[in-house]
């Protein structure tokens, strides 16, 4: 009479495929955590496929099935992981908490050219959502100078229309644009500008929106 052990055939064959995932991912830079979520379907295939064995050879020969609940526990916790990050992989959750992990402190240089004020121009107004310095020089231009400072995965690229001008009569407007920002489910990229505007003296300044 034989004794057959369910559970150790797949505790097993588990064991080799995840060190051969973890080798692969380490050789080829893979990511091994695609490479786990095949572990799910594996392991209950094994478990199927342990239990057809049994019923097999039980009609052929005197076989006791006998559980190795330790070895079964262990593939069930692997089996149930895999299932959840399989979910969170579906639903995008996995994605969204891999880049959270990526997101990077930065600072950048904010830098536009000058724009020429034309001599028939009186008044300036100047449109923008985030706070500005405004600074007066002995010049005949308008420029945005700064700093920002923000959370990211990837470098910023500063907007080509953050700042855009147009000229209504002895009136001009100056607006101000705003960094694109990404909202993620879990940590949303975040964005702090320190910008000045420097403006021509003795040109009246109006201040719209901050």
Do not use: C
């Not at 505790?11 to 995840?18: A, D, I």
């Not at 490479?35 to 076989?63: D, K, N, S």
């Not at 985030?130 to 990211?152: C, N, P």
């Amino acid at each position: 009479m034989k004794a057959w052990r369910v559970g150790s055939l797949s505790m097993g064959v588990t064991l080799l495929l995840l060190g051969a995932a973890i080798a692969v991912s380490i050789w080829n830079g893979t990511d091994s955590v695609n490479l786990l979520l095949w572990v799910a379907p594996v392991v209950f295939i094994l478990l199927g496929t342990e239990l057809l064995l049994y019923l097999w050879l039980a009609g052929t020969e005197r076989t006791v099935m006998r559980y190795d609940w330790m070895s079964v526990f262990f593939v069930s916790v692997l089996g149930v992981g895999a299932v959840a990050m399989v979910s969170l992989t579906s639903t995008g959750l996995l994605g969204e908490f891999r880049q959270s992990l990526q997101i990077t402190e930065r600072t950048a240089v904010v830098k536009t050219d000058a724009v020429k004020v034309p001599d028939t121009v009186k008044k300036i107004i100047v449109q923008s959502f985030e706070q500005v310095q405004l600074d007066k020089a002995e010049v005949q231009d308008v420029r945005l100078l700064g700093q920002v400072q923000y959370w990211a995965v990837e470098p910023m690229k500063q907007p080509e229309s953050i700042i855009s001008t147009d000229t209504v009569g002895s009136t001009m407007y100056v607006m101000i644009g705003s960094f694109q920002q990404k909202n993620r489910g879990i940590v949303s990229e975040s964005y702090h500008p320190k910008l000045t505007l420097v403006l021509p003296q003795g040109i009246e300044v109006e201040e719209r929106g901050f």
